[in-house]
């Protein structure tokens, strides 16, 4: 190599490196960010304890459900415990929490006025939404927990929401 070649050379070689310990340094950062922002920030901490149990009343809510549930103030009170766990999400700064919530408490938003039955098909599909919470609460994505079966089981809570709505009495039409 004459001199013009080894320099270009080693210029190559000290951009490459620089890039390496950059990239490094980056991941290294998100890492320590990360870490501190958890394991640091005890309110932080309370807060995704606090959501866990949330996680756990849900799941024993929706066991102890005996549908047909046509009760307004039981069928509303699983909407407002999605509802929470989407604002403890965003608060606790969990965003991918809150959105999967935000999407559940979407399709069962008939459940506010009372105008949703929670059928076993839908307390079905709950309870399988509910046990994917704790794993985006942990950090794992969609695509690590299963972006089919996410979307699957999304279309089947749509699919049983607008079956069980159909299938309810309008007003008026209740028997006496």
């Known amino acids: 190599l004459d001199g013009g070649d080894m320099v270009e050379s080693h210029r190559k070689q000290a951009t490459a490196e620089a890039a390496l310990f950059f990239r490094d340094a980056k991941k290294e950062e998100a890492l320590v960010k990360e870490a501190t922002s958890f394991e640091d920030d005890d309110e932080q901490r309370e807060m995704i304890m606090a959501i866990e149990q949330r996680i756990d009343e849900l799941e024993s809510d929706l066991l102890a459900l005996n549908p047909p549930v046509t009760d307004a103030d039981e069928v509303r009170s699983i909407f407002r415990e ?56 942990a950090g794992e994505s969609r695509e690590e927990i299963g972006e089919d079966l996410i979307n699957s089981l999304m279309q089947e809570l749509r699919d049983a929401v607008i079956e069980a709505q159909s299938d309810a009495p309008e007003a008026g039409d209740e028997e006496e």
């Open 82 to 137: 999605f509802h929470t766990l989407k604002g403890e999400g965003a608060i606790c700064g969990m965003k991918a929490v809150a959105e999967f919530c935000h999407g559940i408490e979407t399709e069962i938003e008939g459940a506010r006025s009372g105008n949703l039955i929670l059928t076993n098909e839908i307390v079905s599909v709950l309870q399988e939404l509910t046990a994917i919470v704790r794993p985006i609460l």
